[in-house]
């Protein structure tokens, strides 16, 4: 009894101190396989609501992100189509100014062959899809906008007025939220006005090949139409752009986002290693102190 007396306090005081110096070195062992601060957030629970913050603002934004691409993709591919409308346009007002200026009716067969074989491209690139979904038929997006067999859309006549009766989609224009502080509406559908001037003015040519204020009349609508399919393309680009320069932004935001949040819940590797080390030699030393301790007694002092 004499002996436990003598010695209970200090015991009693290493081996709370040995059981802390076991706990700060298994946790920070846990630290440095996991690469954490800690395996859930009562670890860290100072930070807890500012981590919670930081990581929801990442995940908006990476959202955001992920749709704002989507958009460039789509914006991409109707800038193409456009460009390609533009191709068409531009090669057919050649041969129909051609045409016009050519007497004799003798080619008029193979300007309408040639007129609805352009209808049926310019038709097909309206019809455009993306990821399997169609681009040009506004918020329809499941269904090729442009029917030219619709029963409405019939062939027009000389003066031609507009009919958009091939249109299946609606009105709806799209858009994306690239960032909190940044919507682009980037949507074109298939009735627009320079669409419409186009697909028209090739009807009038397949349909009334030998008429001359037919051939005139489309001469003009495509030439109208060229105007706006230049703007619609610039437009495009334009939205192409701001999409992709926000995206690039959202980039640098996501990775100083990334680095806050790291820097709450990951560890410092070295500055751990140092420490465990530390740990390690003050574990062995109360390891030595605690055997010496228990070795004594009352007794070798009297």
Known sequence: MVDRIATFLQSTSLAQDLTRLQTQYAKGEEQESSGLVSQNYQGIATSTQRLLNLESQYSTLANQSENAQTALDR???????????EDLVT???????AAISTTGNSSSSDLSSSASQVLQQFASLLNTEQAGRYLFGGGVTDKAPVDLSDPNYTAPTVPS???TAYYQGDSRIASVQASDNLTVSYGVT?????FEKALRALNLVANNPSDQSAL???YNLLSNA???LAAMHSSLATKASTLDTQINDNADDLNLLDNMIGDIKNVDISSL?????QLETQLEASYSLTS???KLNLANYL
């Open 273 to 277: 290693s140092v420490k465990l080390s």
């Open 216 to 218: 005139t009349e489309a």
């Open 75 to 85: 914006v991409n591919s109707m800038t193409n189509a456009v460009q390609s409308m």
């Open 226 to 228: 060229n105007d706006g």
């Open 161 to 163: 007025s507009s009919n």
């Open 91 to 97: 090669s057919f007002t050649s041969t129909l100014s």
């Open 190 to 194: 298939a009735d627009d006005s320079s």
């Open 292 to 294: 010496s301790i228990l």
